[in-house]
């Protein structure tokens, strides 16, 4: 009974110990942490915006290709639709514009699917070299992300440094820093 006591002792010292170590070590090394919300800098940088602008640029022009496509279906289809018109050669060509309309728009769906996500990928290699920039520039040792899917379920406010990324950001994107 007296070596269990004794020996309950000692592990309450060795823990003491140890927590004691643990709060001096922590307090001791000074690491600069801080967060953004990844989502608002990505939305915010200029780049993405830049970029987003030409996709839209490109999705538009498609988009009157298929527009005119469809509008010659529609007259293909007003004529088939009187019967003085109506005769197999222009069914057969209107069955091959239709086939053509559909092939175009699945062509057209499947590039700007890939388009989107070629900018979108360029946008977060440009982004993340910035964020590393920033860091080392302003000696941090931890720039955390969050975005609402659980990774920083809390964080104080003074530790945000979002709108100080997205401001960095857009002066590298744009050559001045």
């Not at 608002?40 to 970029?51: H, I, R, S, T």
């Not at 302003?138 to 899917?149: A, P, R, S």
């Amino acid at each position: 009974m007296l070596n269990s006591i004794r020996s309950l002792r000692i592990a309450i010292i060795a823990l003491f110990c140890f927590t004691a170590f643990i709060l001096f070590y922590t307090l001791q090394t000074n690491t600069k942490t801080a967060y953004i919300n990844i989502t608002e800098v990505f939305n915010q940088f200029d780049l993405k915006k830049q970029l987003e602008k030409k996709y839209t640029v490109t999705k538009n022009a498609r988009d009157k290709v298929l527009d005119s496509l469809k509008f010659n279906l529609q007259m293909l289809n007003t004529k088939l639709s009187d019967p003085k018109f109506r005769n197999d050669t222009l069914l057969v060509y209107f069955n091959l514009k239709k086939e053509e309309f559909y092939q175009k728009n699945g062509e057209f769906e499947k590039d700007n699917q890939n388009y989107s996500t070629q900018l979108d990928s360029e946008v977060l290699s440009q982004l993340n070299q910035y964020i590393k920039d920033f860091g080392k520039e302003h000696k941090y040792d931890y720039i955390l992300g969050t975005d609402g899917n659980g990774s920083i379920m809390y964080a104080v406010d003074n530790k945000d440094i979002t709108k100080e990324i997205v401001e960095y950001i857009n002066l590298k994107y744009k050559g001045v820093k």
